[in-house]
């Protein structure tokens, strides 16, 4: 993995039934979520984080150590979002590499909804 | 100005939430976000592994913070929200997680707030689980 290397944008959507299920798993009863579409951000930032660990293919091992997100505006659950990951940041350190991966989620108007950094310490092979 | 259930001042708490992690609700966590990572699900593969058992998604615990976040400033959290954390500690299943925080500096812009906040989850042994802090615009 090096500095500035780019991930192909991954596409995907929240329907209604991954929503129900993230609010019962996470205990969240906020009446904001209650019949009016509106999902979470940090499930959509979960289906962005999928959707990058399954491209980067994170080794045994892989500890995910920081996190930060930006939320931009709402996601409903007819939206269809495209997550773009880059590689900003590799550092090697003895025998562990700290990798910096900057996300940016995009709804189908091209708005952005969601940016991130995501720091992971990977063991080197 | 926001109306919220707590004292918009520099120095108060934001409501605190309580949650315990059960493996039930990690298995569910992990069809909700496809994340299907054995160290989280497979309890045989997590027992070899250093940490011993499961673990529960560290993004799991960034969903308490954004809970009480979104109980404390609504939908500006999720149209202004900021959150920037550090993973301190593993939780396993049969922790409880307090998660907390405070108003660390309220800066008045154009038109609008911007409430600067220290987030923190500890468990039942008061040890830290995630530390960060947290922003939100609010009119």
């Known amino acids: ?125 | 100005m926001m109306s919220t259930s707590f004292e918009l001042k520099e120095g108060s708490p934001l409501p605190k939430i309580t949650k315990n992690i059960t493996q039930d609700n990690i298995n569910l966590y992990a069809k909700a976000s496809g994340d299907f990572n054995p160290i989280h699900v497979d309890a045989d593969y997590a027992r070899k592994t250093p940490l011993g058992g499961t673990v529960a998604h560290g993004m799991i615990i960034l969903a308490y913070i954004s809970q009480m976040l979104t109980g404390a400033f609504g939908q500006r959290w999720l149209t202004s929200g900021k959150l920037n954390v550090r993973f301190r500690a593993p939780a396993r299943p049969g922790d409880v997680i307090t998660v907390s925080g405070s108003i660390r500096r309220i800066e008045r812009g154009d038109g609008h707030q911007t409430i600067d906040c220290e987030v923190l989850c500890r468990n039942q042994n008061d040890e830290p689980v995630i530390t960060g802090e947290a922003k939100v615009k609010v009119k």
Do not use: W
């Not at chain 1, 209604?16 to 969240?28: M, N």
């Not at chain 1, 931009?72 to 940041?89: I, M, N, Q, Y």
């Not at chain 1, 995009?106 to 310490?121: A, C, D, H, R, Y």
């Open chain 1, 1 to 125: 993995m090096k500095d500035g290397q780019e991930f192909p944008p991954a596409a995907f959507q929240v329907d209604a039934r991954t929503v129900a299920d993230y609010l019962k798993a996470v205990g969240e009863d906020n009446g904001l979520y209650e019949n009016t579409g509106l999902v979470p951000p940090m499930a959509v930032a979960a289906l962005s984080l999928k959707a990058l660990i399954s491209a980067i293919s994170m080794p045994p091992g892989t500890i995910h150590v920081s996190q930060e997100f930006e939320f931009t505006d709402t996601v409903k659950t007819e939206d269809t979002l495209t997550s773009h990951a880059r590689v900003s940041r590799v550092q090697a350190r003895g025998k562990l590499h700290l990798i910096t991966v900057e996300t940016r989620v995009l709804n189908q108007e091209s708005k952005p909804v969601l940016t991130g950094k995501t720091g992971f310490i990977l063991p080197t092979p």
